[in-house]
Each structure stands twice: as structure tokens, then as C-alpha cells.
């Protein structure tokens, strides 16, 4: 009987291990603050590097149908927490995405990089990976307005 039950302690505790470690590096677009609010901020602003020519950037200020879209791709995405402290990118788009609540610094800022990568600077320390495959696809959506 003692066996048994120091059995079921191991497994418990391994069952444990393995749910909060999936549950610190997945991470659901719900659970980044301020995402819900998106189309309720003053201003959304977008700048994109080409892959292609690093030289040339656009920015782009969003209104408040494509604010809608940027809101539904983040909250219907999810990332896995990466143990890099920096990823490279070669041949990748970039985007900066600042979101501005107020004029007190209240912003959120992403960083994406192409359909692999994303940060939330000021919320999650590290690069996460983009789990949407249509994530790069979507934003470029998002900025040319062709739903």
C-alpha cells in the first residue's frame, strides 16, 4: 500500500511540473494587458523594415477598423515563451506597433519579426514564438485594408 501511494505522489508531481511549466511558457494573446482595450486607444502606429531593403521603413497610423483587426489577430493568437535572451533575423519583416492609451507613457509596444517572433517589451522579458501561421499574412491584411 505504501508503494502504491508514493507511486501516485511521483506521478501527481510530475503531472504538476508539466502543467506549470506549460502554462508559464504558453501564452495566450487574452493574457497581454491591454489588448482588449486596443480600439479604445488615442493613436496606433505602426512602422515596417523590409527584409528585402533594410533601408527603407513605412510607417502607418491605423484607424479604427484596422485598430478592430490588429485587437482580434493578438487575442485569437498564442506564443511560446522562448528561453533566448535575443533572436536574429535575417530575411524577416519587421514591425514596431506602439499603442498609445494616454500622453503619460501609457503604451503598449510590440515587436514582430516576420511569422516567427514577438515581443511585448514592456510586459514579457524575451522573444516569444509566434504560434499563428497566418500571423505575417494577417498584418500585412491589417495594413493594406483587404480583409
Do not use: C
Not at 67 to 86: Q, V, W
Not at 113 to 136: A, K, M, V
Amino acid at each position: 500500500m505504501k508503494k502504491t501511494s508514493k507511486v501516485i505522489i511521483v506521478i501527481l508531481t510530475i503531472l504538476m511540473f508539466i502543467f506549470f511549466a506549460y502554462s508559464y511558457f504558453n501564452v495566450k494573446g487574452s493574457e497581454i494587458k491591454d489588448v482588449s482595450n486596443i480600439t479604445e486607444a488615442k493613436s496606433v502606429s505602426m512602422i515596417k523594415n523590409y527584409s528585402t531593403t533594410p533601408e527603407i521603413t513605412e510607417e502607418f497610423t491605423l484607424d479604427s477598423e484596422q485598430m478592430e483587426r490588429l485587437k482580434e489577430l493578438i487575442l485569437d493568437s498564442n506564443f511560446t515563451k522562448l528561453l533566448l535572451p535575443s533572436v536574429s533575423n535575417s530575411d524577416k519583416d519587421e514591425y514596431f506597433i506602439v499603442i498609445r492609451f494616454d500622453d503619460y507613457g501609457n503604451d503598449l509596444r510590440i515587436d514582430s519579426i516576420g511569422n516567427e517572433y514577438i515581443s511585448f517589451p514592456y510586459q514579457i522579458n524575451g522573444w516569444l514564438r509566434i504560434n499563428n501561421p497566418d500571423w505575417h499574412k494577417t498584418l500585412e491584411k491589417i495594413i493594406k485594408k483587404s480583409y
